[in-house]
């Protein structure tokens, strides 16, 4: 069974541009979340999707976007890039039902690591 | 919102020695599970364990809910053990996955 998939791993951007990046998670997972990693924040949650809809969304400024599409693959946008936006982004997939309580295993992919230069 | 802290956020151990790494979280919670990110930054599953005792090789782990703290044991440590360990955390009512801040293992040859 493929893991989740992140893409790009690695990517290079300067301030002011945009950015996207794509997860695929494990097959039959529909639950998606994105977390950023910042060596002075940590591992923060961004969002989380659940049947292309968002069910929940972390302390981030609007220019921290997300989507999730029928086949449950994800990507999350960040516009007018800044040098405080580069991290690793980890995205997470969970099979997760529509209930909130219950099992929720989240499994990760091995990130995507964006500088702002 | 639920407060997870780990302690302690650094540690050095000599290979072969055993450690005990705690995760305190301030809030029931519905799921707790314990991650290793090894330097390339992947974080990888070892437990989900929102209560109870649970082992895998040399790892363990022990979640006492009412008393809110898990606890990982790693015995006879191998240099490929080191990295961050990272516990997080989930309430009832929510989406979000908190974690704790780490705890950095070096163990030495």
């Known amino acids: 069974k493929a893991g989740v998939t992140q893409t790009p791993r690695y990517l290079i951007k300067t301030r002011g541009q945009q950015v996207t990046l794509s997860c695929s998670p494990i097959?039959?997972?529909?639950?998606v979340s994105w977390y950023q990693q910042t060596p002075g924040q940590g591992l923060q949650f961004l969002f989380e999707?659940?049947?292309?809809?968002?069910?929940n969304k972390g302390n981030f400024p609007g220019r921290f976007s997300g989507r999730q599409f029928s086949n449950s693959r994800s990507e999350m946008n960040v516009s007018t890039l800044e040098l405080g936006d580069s991290a690793l982004y980890l995205c997470?997939?969970?099979?997760?039902?529509?209930?909130?309580?219950?099992?929720?295993?989240?499994?990760f992919g091995a990130g995507s690591r964006l500088t702002v230069l | 919102g639920i407060q997870v802290e780990q302690s302690p956020p650094d540690l050095i151990l000599q290979e072969g020695a055993n450690s005990t790494l705690r995760c305190n979280f301030s809030?029931?919670?519905?799921?707790l599970q314990w991650f290793h990110q090894n330097p390339w930054g992947q974080l990888i599953n070892l437990f989900y364990?929102?209560?109870g005792t649970k082992q895998n090789g040399r790892l363990s782990a022990t979640t006492v809910a009412t008393e809110r703290y898990s606890l990982l044991y790693i015995s006879s440590s191998q240099t490929t053990d080191s990295g961050v360990y990272f516990c997080a955390a989930r309430m009832d009512s929510s989406y979000k996955l908190i974690f704790g801040s780490g705890t950095r293992l070096l163990v030495r040859p």
């Open positions: 809030d029931s919670v519905n799921n």
């Open positions: 097959s039959g997972h529909r639950s």
């Open positions: 997470a997939s969970s099979s997760r039902t529509g209930a909130v309580s219950g099992a929720n295993v989240l499994t």
């Open positions: 999707y659940f049947s292309e809809t968002q069910r």
């Open positions: 364990i929102p209560s």
